[in-house]
């Protein structure tokens, strides 16, 4: 209870610094977060779940993972939309499986080494505004672009196999639904994203915020 009383009183008391915190059209803004549970990470962890799998030699037994980290840009078309750009990386350790065929046992699955993935996103988003208040600001957030995925061996478990085999898939598409995130603060802001895709089901960082400087009046001509 002490600790919610102290973050309400501090901000009561940010509040008359913070009278210029709405969006407006023209503003510029920059970001830097870090999501878990990607849209990558759900579709790896039905394999990484099933440890060994005789179906399929890769993608089981996950070993660590670093999470997303994205560096975005947004620009205010009016005050209520924005439209950006995001670039974002994770890395993924697995141990790797491979399947040998033994007399009256039949397929069994040995570890040959492991493996370091990597998922590099690049993706245009919009940015609808909710609610534009001066504390705070409601928003969502719909994203579409490219998934780039690479992976190395990094050692092996195999006397007869060297760790040097790589593997890169093209270009696909990747996405981010996030119908709910909430912004606080002024030029130096905090924000808290709930959604599903390149961006984790919960993504959470910090932005600066380059409002748009307001035209000088033109007075009048004496006739």
């Known amino acids: ?19 210029s915190a709405q969006y407006a059209k023209g503003d510029q803004e920059f970001s830097l977060s870090y999501g878990r549970e990607s849209g990558t ?5 039905f394999q990484f779940n099933t440890t060994p799998r005789l179906d399929h030699s890769s993608y089981n037994s996950a070993i660590s993972k670093t999470g997303n980290i994205f560096a975005s ?23 790797h499986y491979t399947n ?14 492991t493996y370091r993935a990597n998922v590099t996103t690049l993706a245009f988003e919009l940015k609808p505004i909710y609610y534009n208040g001066r ?4 928003y969502g957030l719909f994203g579409v672009g490219g998934r780039h995925y690479s992976e190395k ?20 598409l990747n996405t981010q639904w996030t119908p709910i995130g909430v912004h606080v603060g002024k030029t130096l802001s905090g ?9 984790g089901l ?12 307001a035209k000088p009046a033109v007075a009048a001509k004496a006739e």
């Open 135 to 138: 504390l705070v600001q409601l």
């Open 202 to 213: 919960i993504n959470g960082g910090i932005s600066y915020k380059l409002a748009r400087k």
């Open 41 to 45: 990470d759900i579709i790896r962890g």
């Open 1 to 19: 209870m002490k600790k919610i009383s102290l973050i309400a009183a501090g901000l009561l008391l940010a509040m008359p610094f913070i009278s």
């Open 100 to 113: 040998q065929d033994q007399p009256l046992v039949g397929p069994v699955s040995y570890p040959a080494g």
């Open 153 to 172: 061996m990094v050692s092996s478990d195999n006397l007869l196999i060297s760790p040097s085999d790589n593997y890169t898939a093209p270009w696909f």
């Open 73 to 95: 840009y947004s620009y205010f078309l009016t005050s209520r939309l924005a439209v950006g750009l995001t670039l974002g990386t994770e890395f993924v350790s697995f141990n």
């Open 191 to 199: 924000f808290l994203e709930f959604g599903i895709g390149y961006k």
